[in-house]
């Protein structure tokens, strides 16, 4: 079975500054890796996503998430914080041959004026 | 165009009554997907199906009974409803595109359910 960590329940950054969302998964085959955003009062909406190739995945919104197997890590950083960025992330987890989606407790960020 | 639609928004009812909700899709998936959010927004799946087959089934109370008339659609419906389902419900649908390994999942807007 797999499951996520998000390390970090609450994360609060200043406009402009650096986003960086900790995620840690536990898999015992090959994972395939997510994460989703989740504005208020609406439903979930993916930013990107990690399958194979490339380890270092851009998303939506000027995010990227880089895959890395020896630290069984999947964080999401932003350069630059904008004050839409304000919302709930989830890492998820699953494998190739597994329907279910596993998420992460989720991380609320708020961006500081 | 809306992608993955649910009805209705928000649902406020008397515990041990009996209701439903209904999630639609126009993305032509095959696989479909009931979430429950709960109040410290953890996200767990209940139910998915495939091609109208039920393909998850995690430890649900069986009051709750998921309905796929057709790949399109699936309905939640819960009986004698309790304090503790009160959450946000959410619809997911994907596919399994050709030489794709993996699919996203698209969520609906959700359906919060209060019971009182």
């Known amino acids: 079975a797999q499951s996520v960590t998000q390390l970090g329940s609450h994360v609060s950054v200043s406009e402009g500054a650096l986003v960086l969302l900790r995620c840690n998964y536990s898999?015992?085959?090959?994972?395939?890796l997510f994460w989703y955003v989740q504005y208020p009062n609406q439903g979930l909406q993916l930013l990107l996503k990690?399958?194979?190739?490339?380890?270092l995945v851009k998303g939506i919104n000027g995010f990227e998430a880089e895959f890395k197997k020896s630290e069984t890590s999947f964080h999401l950083t932003k350069p630059s914080a904008h004050m839409s960025d304000a919302a709930e992330y989830f890492c998820?987890?699953?494998?190739?041959?597994?329907?279910?989606?596993?998420f992460g407790a989720g991380t609320t960020v708020t961006v500081r004026a | 165009d809306t992608a993955v639609s649910q009805t209705p928004k928000y649902l406020v009812t008397q515990m041990g009554n009996d209701k439903s909700i209904k999630c639609e899709q126009n993305?032509?998936?095959?696989?479909m997907y009931w979430y429950k959010q709960d109040s410290k927004k953890f996200l767990k799946i209940m139910f998915s199906?495939?091609?109208?087959?039920?393909?998850i089934n995690e430890t649900v109370p069986n009051r709750f009974s998921p309905k796929s008339p057709d790949k399109a659609h699936l309905n939640l419906h819960i009986n004698s409803l309790e304090l503790g389902d009160s959450a946000v419900y959410f619809c997911?649908?994907?596919?399994?595109?050709?030489?794709?390994?993996?699919?996203?999942?698209?969520f609906g807007p959700g359906t919060r359910l209060t019971v009182l």
């Open positions: 998820a987890v699953r494998t190739s041959n597994d329907y279910k989606l596993s």
């Open positions: 199906y495939n091609n109208k087959e039920l393909i």
């Open positions: 997911a649908s994907s596919t399994r595109l050709a030489g794709e390994l993996t699919d996203t999942q698209y």
């Open positions: 993305l032509g998936h095959d696989t």
């Open positions: 990690y399958t194979t190739g490339a380890t």
């Open positions: 898999s015992s085959v090959p994972p395939y």
